[in-house]
């Protein structure tokens, strides 16, 4: 007798799809087949069962500067991260000023305790390396089961140095963790800023427009580079182009251990949306920008192609009409004001299998792998996590493939006073999902169960994909 019996859905596997009973014992999976018993039984036929998402690209309740706040805390993210068809999500925690890594991580996970809808585990981000930090806090939570971190090459406050950046991969090295790169060039950056409001380009588009594909591929190789110097694993997160991803063709290559992610703003956002009238193209700032349609495409091939090993979200929100979100002041007065990112931890799911499965560009195995399979595998879940097997926590997602509406913000759950998918149409949406065979959303809502997510303590990545 199980707990719970999931009847007749399509369950999608890491190798296989197949038309099955999911029985479910302590929150866990433990019998996959026909005919199984329970104590309750959730009628699927019809539906789709996907292991839970994993969104390994969120950023909730971050230090954003003097007078800016997020839109999201854990309470909010996380109501909107199940409704869209997740069951774990991976955070960064960010030092605030003069604040230690550990101390931060301390303050961070108080944070998330009881509000938090689904499981999560939480990057590092690494913006200082000082005796401290490189020495101590870093390697302790790495040992503690953090085991992935993020640096950055762009954000005066947050960008490292190349030396800065090999003394971390080198702590990275003798632990055995995951480093993530946001590939960007500062300088190259600081340089088009400068020249772009010296000629009264000032509106948002002009942010999409000072940073362009060639301040991302130079960054994009730089990274690899010196992680091939380091000996270490490496994510690049969030690429938005072609050029990007040839770099990582290449590199993989000549054997280089490098990592792709994408993200929904770069498959069906570009740059003209920057260039809305008004300060509406406002709503659509973030790093990388859109591109055009061309690189769309590019991306769409990456995916197609097997390049990109993950698609998260990035979800980065911000109230727009709001002098603490998008409307920050000076914002009105130059681009590079306007705080950086877009909501997206919802509609990260609907969005990829109403355009690649539904339109034929993927598989269903394809999908389970780029937005769950692989998180799990690259940071350290998957004893766990990220698929449908037995042993594996029931985090399960059903989907009807049929269910055609579009995206408004009226029925979203973040904390974000806009989408910028709003009208944006979807076939294809999560109608239930289950955190360790537990129901915590059901038709669009969650279904009132307490906050019940844990931390994640994860291992080193397998990177054997």
């Known amino acids: 007798m199980h707990?719970?019996?999931?009847?007749?859905?399509?369950?999608?596997?890491?190798?296989?799809?197949?038309?099955?009973?999911?029985?479910?014992?302590?929150?866990?999976?433990?019998?996959?087949?026909?005919?199984?018993?329970?104590?309750?039984?959730?009628?699927?036929?019809?539906?789709?069962?996907?292991?839970?998402?994993?969104?390994?690209?969120?950023?909730?309740s971050q230090p954003s500067g003097p007078g800016i706040e997020m839109a999201d805390d854990f309470a909010s993210a996380s109501a909107a991260a199940a409704c869209g068809g997740n069951t774990t999500i991976l955070p960064f925690c960010l030092p605030e000023e003069g604040q230690s890594l550990r101390a931060a991580m301390a303050v961070y996970l108080a944070k998330a305790e009881g509000q938090c809808h689904v499981d999560f585990g939480v990057h590092l981000i690494v913006h200082r390396t000082d005796a401290q930090t490189l020495g101590q806090d870093l390697p302790a939570l790495l040992e503690a089961g953090h085991t992935s971190f993020k640096v950055f090459m762009t954000y005066k406050g947050l960008a490292l140095s190349d030396r800065q950046i090999l003394d971390v991969m080198a702590v990275a090295e003798r632990h055995g963790a995951m480093v993530m790169v946001h590939a960007e060039n500062e300088d190259a950056i600081e340089f088009l800023r400068d020249r772009a409001e010296s000629s009264g380009q000032i509106a948002p588009?002009?942010?999409?427009?000072?940073?362009?594909?060639?301040?991302?591929?130079?960054?994009?190789?730089?990274?690899?580079?010196?992680?091939?110097?380091?000996?270490?694993?490496?994510?690049?997160?969030?690429?938005?182009?072609?050029?990007?991803?040839?770099?990582?063709?290449?590199?993989?290559?000549?054997?280089?251990?490098?990592?792709?992610?994408?993200?929904?703003?770069?498959?069906?956002?570009?740059?003209?949306?920057?260039?809305?009238?008004?300060?509406?193209?406002?709503?659509?700032?973030?790093?990388?920008?859109p591109r055009d349609e061309a690189e769309q495409?590019?991306?769409?091939?990456?995916?197609?192609?097997?390049?990109?090993?993950?698609?998260?979200?990035?979800?980065?929100?911000?109230?727009?009409?709001?002098?603490?979100?998008?409307?920050?002041?000076?914002?009105?007065?130059?681009f590079r004001n306007i705080p950086n990112g877009i909501p997206g931890i919802e509609t990260r799911l609907p969005i990829l299998f109403s355009e690649?499965?539904?339109?034929?560009?993927?598989?269903?195995q394809r999908f389970a792998q780029i937005t769950a399979t692989n998180h799990a595998r690259l940071?350290?879940?998957?004893?766990?996590?990220?698929?449908?097997?037995?042993?594996?926590?029931?985090?399960?997602?059903?989907?009807?493939?049929?269910?055609c509406r579009p995206i408004r913000q009226a029925d979203l759950h973040h904390g974000a006073d806009y989408t910028p998918w709003e009208g944006f149409?979807?076939?294809?949406?999560?109608?239930?999902?289950?955190?360790?065979?537990?129901?915590?959303?059901?038709?669009?809502e969650l279904t009132g169960r307490a906050p019940a997510g844990r931390l994640q303590q994860r291992a080193t990545p397998d990177t054997l994909l």
């Open 3 to 60: 707990d719970l019996v999931i009847r007749g859905a399509r369950v999608v596997t890491g190798t296989d799809v197949a038309q099955m009973d999911i029985g479910i014992l302590d929150g866990r999976i433990a019998t996959l087949g026909e005919g199984l018993v329970g104590a309750e039984v959730v009628e699927a036929a019809g539906l789709i069962a996907m292991p839970g998402g994993i969104d390994s690209h969120v950023h909730i």
């Open 205 to 289: 588009l002009y942010h999409a427009n000072t940073r362009p594909v060639a301040v991302e591929r130079e960054a994009v190789h730089r990274a690899i580079t010196l992680a091939e110097i380091a000996r270490v694993p490496l994510t690049i997160v969030h690429v938005s182009n072609g050029e990007a991803l040839d770099e990582i063709r290449r590199a993989r290559a000549r054997g280089a251990q490098v990592f792709a992610e994408t993200c929904p703003q770069y498959l069906t956002l570009t740059a003209a949306d920057l260039d809305r009238s008004g300060f509406e193209g406002a709503k659509y700032v973030c790093s990388p920008p």
């Open 297 to 334: 495409r590019a991306c769409w091939a990456g995916i197609e192609r097997g390049d990109f090993e993950l698609y998260s979200s990035d979800h980065c929100p911000f109230r727009f009409a709001d002098p603490a979100g998008k409307d920050a002041p000076g914002a009105r007065a130059s």
């Open 356 to 364: 690649g499965v539904g339109k034929g560009r993927i598989s269903l």
């Open 379 to 403: 940071y350290g879940l998957a004893a766990r996590k990220g698929s449908i097997r037995v042993g594996a926590d029931a985090d399960i997602v059903l989907w009807d493939p049929n269910l």
């Open 425 to 444: 149409e979807v076939t294809g949406w999560p109608v239930a999902t289950f955190l360790r065979g537990h129901a915590i959303m059901r038709d669009g």
